[in-house]
C-alpha cells in the first residue's frame, strides 16, 4: 500500500476531550490513518479498550499494524455504531469527512487536482461509482444532488452539461474530465477556489451518504454513550457541522409536549461542553485544518 501522508486534525485537543476514564471502552468510529486511535490507546489503562470503524481498506490495512490487545477495528461505517452495547462506551470520536491518503491518491478519484477514475467511495468494493451513477441519473436529480450537498448556485447548468457530454460522447469517467466540464458549466467563483471543488465535494457526498450515516451515528452514540461519556465531533464543512450542532443543541434542553402539559418533560441528554477552532499555529502547518470544527458534548445521567 502507498504510504499516503495523513496529519490528524485537532488531534491532542479531541483526545483531551474525550479521554477521562483510562480505564473506559472508546469508539473511533473513523480510524482514517489512526493519529486519533494511537493517541487515545497512549492514554488508556490496562482495562481500557478501543473500538475503531472504517469502511476503507486502506484504512484497514493500516489498523491490523496495531499491536494492541485493548484495540480492535471494524471494517463497517459509523453508522454501525448502535451494534454495540447500550450505555457501554465512556466515550466517541467522529471525524468526519474525507482523509489526505484518500484525497491524494488518484486511483480513489476523490479530487480533481489528480486525472484518475471518477470513483469517490469510500469503500471502493461496496455500491456504485460517481461515474457509474452519473452514467444514469436524471439532469433533475444530478442538479439536486450537486445544489443540496454542494451548495453550487450553478447545479442547473452543471447537470445539464453532464447530460449534454453524455448524449454526445458517452458518460465522464474521470475526474479530469468532469472538472474541465464543471468549469465551462460555472461562470464566476470565488478567487482561489476551482470551479469544481462544490461540485465535487456534493458527489462525493451523496455517493457515501455521508450525512444521513452522520446523523445515524450521532442517534446511536445517545444509546452506546454512558452517562457522563463524551461525544466529539470534528466537522470540516458547513453541512457536517450544521448537523452535529443541531443534534447537540436539540438534546441539550428539556422537550415539553404541548399535548400533553402536565406530563413531565423529556429530559435532556446531552450537556452542550465546547467548541474548539485549530489554532494558527496547526493551520499554517496542516492548511486542511482551517476549516475544522471540534464539537464536544457529555451524556447526562439517564433517569432512573
Excluded at 29 to 53: D, M, W
Amino acid at each position: 500500500m502507498e504510504n499516503w501522508n495523513h496529519t490528524t486534525v485537532l488531534l491532542n485537543e479531541a483526545v483531551d476531550a474525550l479521554v477521562g476514564d483510562p480505564s473506559g471502552c472508546y469508539v473511533d468510529a473513523t480510524f482514517g490513518r489512526g493519529g486519533h486511535s494511537r493517541l487515545i490507546l497512549s492514554r488508556l489503562g490496562p482495562e481500557g479498550r478501543l473500538i475503531a470503524f472504517d469502511k476503507d481498506p486502506d484504512a484497514i490495512a493500516e489498523a491490523v499494524r496495531i499491536d494492541d490487545a485493548r484495540f480492535s477495528i471494524r471494517h463497517r461505517g459509523f453508522r454501525h455504531l448502535g451494534e454495540l452495547a447500550p450505555a457501554s462506551v465512556a466515550g466517541v470520536l467522529l471525524d468526519i469527512g474525507v482523509s489526505s491518503p484518500q484525497i491524494d491518491n488518484p486511483a480513489r478519484g476523490f479530487s480533481f487536482r489528480f486525472d484518475g477514475p471518477l470513483d469517490m467511495r469510500m469503500d471502493p468494493t461496496r455500491g456504485e461509482s460517481v461515474a457509474e451513477w452519473l452514467a444514469t441519473a436524471e439532469v433533475q436529480q444530478i442538479a439536486e444532488v450537486i445544489r443540496d450537498y454542494g451548495e453550487e448556485r450553478f447545479a442547473g447548468p452543471i447537470a445539464k452539461a453532464i447530460a449534454a457530454r453524455r448524449q454526445e460522447r458517452g458518460p465522464i469517467s474521470t475526474t479530469t474530465e468532469l472538472a474541465e466540464l464543471v468549469a465551462g458549466a460555472v461562470k464566476t467563483r470565488e478567487p482561489g477556489q476551482n470551479p469544481a471543488t462544490r461540485t465535487f465535494q456534493a458527489l462525493r457526498i451523496f455517493i457515501n451518504a455521508e450525512l444521513e450515516e452522520l446523523q445515524q451515528a450521532l442517534d446511536a452514540s445517545l444509546s452506546v454513550l454512558r452517562p457522563g461519556g463524551r461525544l466529539a465531533v470534528i466537522s470540516f464543512h458547513s453541512l457536517e457541522d450544521r448537523i452535529a450542532k443541531t443534534f447537540i443543541a436539540r438534546h441539550a434542553k428539556e422537550v415539553f409536549d404541548r399535548r400533553a402539559p402536565f406530563a413531565a418533560p423529556t429530559p435532556m441528554r446531552l450537556r452542550a461542553l465546547d467548541r474548539i477552532r485549530p489554532g494558527a499555529e496547526e493551520i499554517a502547518a496542516n492548511p486542511r485544518a482551517r476549516s475544522a470544527i471540534l464539537r464536544v458534548a457529555e451524556r447526562t445521567e439517564v433517569p432512573a
